[in-house]
Nanobody, 123 residues
Framework: QVQLVESGGGLVQAGGSLRISCAASGSSFGFNAMGWYRQASGKQREFVAS???????DYADSVKGRFTISRDNAKNTVYLQMNSLKPEDAAVYFC?????????????????WGQGTQVTVSS
């Protein structure tokens, strides 16, 4: 059973920093790209950042220069360092991973999601 467990969310003042983590487990073949999405109250879930197994990162324009994604492949853990937080960054942050699975004798990918961690930014 694949599990993605987020941690590190909380309340922070605008301009502050927060680091959230996501530990993935339960895949015999590991994980390909991992990343973060967020969903603010009343809005659709949106992409925040992603990172490949070799460390190639991608970011939403709204967080470039403020957020940094990283991963520890040995621990199957992905991190999101969030600096200069703004009230509009407040949301539930969801971890996402492409899980490697065996299908008909070959390796394929299946998406998996965590339960989310709340980030609140006070102005």
């Amino acid at each position: 059973q694949v599990q993605l467990v987020e941690s590190g969310g909380g309340l922070v003042q605008a301009g502050g920093s927060l680091r959230i983590s996501c530990a993935a487990s339960g895949s015999s073949f590991g994980f390909n790209a991992m990343g973060w999405y967020r969903q603010a109250s009343g809005k659709q879930r949106e992409f925040v950042a992603s990172i490949t197994t070799i460390g190639v990162a991608d970011y939403a324009d709204s967080v470039k220069g403020r957020f940094t994604i990283s991963r520890d492949n040995a621990k199957n853990t992905v991190y999101l360092q969030m600096n200069s937080l703004k009230p509009e960054d407040a949301a539930v942050y969801f971890c996402h991973a492409q899980v490697r699975v065996a299908v008909d004798g070959r390796i394929a990918e299946r998406p998996s999601w965590g339960q989310g961690t709340q980030v609140t930014v006070s102005s």
